[in-house]
């Protein structure tokens, strides 16, 4: 037993090629740039969505606590729970291996000030740099990836 063939697909005829272009295609994302951005957090609701966004951003982040302090690193991990206080972020604290978890009720501001460390590093725009190298007679092209710094 076997599954369908695409030549069993309704609009295919038996020996005609398929064409890529009349696939299914899926319609590309575009990606918010949060990097320096300081968002408002006047509502619960301002503040979740600041702290998903956070958590899908490359970079680190600075959060201010309703205690003065401050913490700095890339959130790793958060638990959206029912309440603010239910609800936390983990940390990987700035120039450490420590993790420290924040719950969302102890927060008062929150910055994008890291770098996103994939900013500008699309398959689109490796591949450009890729035959701009080659046109402008670089040596052994390779294929390995560049440094993120």
């Given at each position: 037993?076997?599954?369908?063939?695409?030549?069993?697909?309704?609009?295919?005829?038996?020996?005609?090629?398929?064409?890529?272009?009349?696939?299914?295609?899926?319609?590309?994302?575009?990606?918010?740039?949060?990097?320096?951005?300081?968002?408002?957090?006047?509502?619960?609701?301002?503040?979740?969505?600041?702290?998903?966004?956070?958590?899908d951003y490359r970079g680190d982040i600075?959060?201010?606590?309703?205690?003065?302090?401050?913490?700095?690193?890339?959130?790793?991990?958060?638990?959206?729970?029912?309440?603010?206080?239910?609800?936390?972020?983990?940390?990987?604290?700035?120039?450490?291996?420590?993790?420290?978890?924040?719950?969302?009720?102890?927060?008062?501001?929150?910055?994008?000030?890291?770098?996103?460390?994939?900013?500008?590093?699309?398959?689109?725009?490796?591949?450009?740099?890729?035959?701009e190298k080659k046109a402008g007679g670089?040596?052994?092209?390779?294929?390995?990836?560049?440094?993120?710094?």
């Amino acid at each position: 037993m076997s599954g369908p063939r695409h030549a069993d697909r309704p609009n295919h005829t038996e020996g005609s090629p398929l064409n890529p272009d009349e696939l299914e295609v899926a319609p590309g994302t575009q990606r918010d740039t949060v990097q320096g951005w300081v968002p408002e957090l006047a509502t619960e609701e301002e503040l979740r969505i600041a702290l998903e966004k956070a958590f899908d951003y490359r970079g680190d982040i600075t959060l201010t606590l309703k205690n003065g302090s401050k913490v700095e690193g890339y959130v790793f991990d958060r638990v959206a729970g029912s309440t603010l206080e239910t609800s936390f972020a983990r940390i990987l604290l700035k120039d450490s291996n420590q993790r420290q978890k924040v719950a969302y009720a102890d927060i008062r501001a929150l910055d994008f000030t890291g770098r996103d460390a994939a900013a500008g590093k699309s398959w689109e725009a490796w591949v450009r740099k890729y035959w701009e190298k080659k046109a402008g007679g670089a040596g052994e092209l390779t294929l390995q990836p560049e440094s993120l710094e």
